[in-house]
């Protein structure tokens, strides 16, 4: 259950992200560049599995990457001077002007003899595409870090697995089985809270225990789904999701059979959005009833 959430969650905060990142990212871009924004957009982010953002990049246009390395107004590669502030970007013929590069001898529009005075220019910067790195390290690096994240948080998990076993008895054929008058005191002393769970915990060796449950609203015969659960930090939790299925609430008690240590954690749910607190108490005594058969 846990982790067909997790995935869920995932998988739906990729569908909403990642498409409005490559919106922006398309609407920016296809804008500097003199195309159709508005449509490219749309075609970037509706049309499915991101072919039409692939399509994009292939077809788009050229647009002028770089700047002036003294205002940063943008310039174009043909560019000989700066149209904003004059900065000489590049070698020019003396003759015609035409742009040149500094060790040509010879201009090849007019054939001028070409001068090799290149101190005063200064060569445009070029402006990277951060945007589009980020973009697909987001549409690529990051589904596949969550999903990587929530297989290894989370442990395989169903309602029978993990050797964990749940079966409730009536209260007081409990009591007559065990004949323990500190669990009858015990018992007593539980309240009523609707909302608590009222818990022993035994530790039977190092990687066996066992519970004995009293809820208060707990009926006859409840359906229970049991989820061991365990995530990268080692920290193992058992949880329990009671159903309100049933007749006599406060007659039963839930007795526990699992694989764990005194580090594992306890959740306990009556219907599954409702968690109730829990009161553990850990005691030294067996808790199932075959313990205490002659």
Request: glycine content about 6%.
């Amino acid at each position: 259950m846990f982790v067909a959430s997790i995935v869920s969650f995932v998988y739906l905060a990729v569908l909403i992200v990642v498409p409005i990142l490559v919106g922006v990212y398309v609407f920016r871009d296809a804008s500097r560049r003199g195309m159709n924004a508005a449509l490219w957009t749309l075609i970037a982010v509706l049309v499915p599995i991101l072919v039409g953002f692939i399509i994009y990049l292939l077809v788009r246009g050229n647009y002028p990457d770089l700047k002036c390395p003294q205002c940063g107004t943008p310039v174009r590669e043909s560019y000989v001077s700066c149209p904003q502030c004059g900065t000489r970007l590049k070698a020019s013929c003396p003759s015609c002007s035409a742009p040149v590069e500094p060790d040509w001898k010879v201009c090849p529009r007019c054939a001028s003899p070409l001068s090799q005075d290149s101190s005063n220019i200064q060569t445009p910067v070029r402006k990277k595409d951060r945007g589009l790195g980020v973009v697909l390290a987001v549409v690529i690096l990051v589904p596949l870090g969550l999903l990587l994240f929530a297989l290894l948080s989370f442990s395989a998990i169903s309602s029978s697995s993990g050797g964990a076993g749940v079966s409730t008895l009536f209260t007081d054929e409990y009591l007559a089985m065990t004949n323990n008058p500190e669990i009858k005191a015990w018992l007593e002393s539980c309240g009523d809270d609707d909302n608590t769970a009222y818990v022993l915990r035994h530790q039977i060796s190092d990687t066996d225990l066992e519970y004995l449950i009293y809820m208060p609203g707990l009926p006859q015969d409840s359906p229970v789904e049991i989820a061991p659960m365990s995530n990268l930090l080692k920290r193992h939790t058992l949880r329990l999701t009671f159903e309100a299925d049933g007749i006599n609430p406060g007659s039963t008690v839930a007795l526990v059979s699992c694989s764990g240590d005194t580090n594992q954690e306890l959740e306990i749910y009556f219907e599954p959005n409702r968690k109730v607190n829990c009161e553990i108490t850990s005691v030294d005594y067996p808790l199932h009833p075959s313990e205490y058969s002659e």
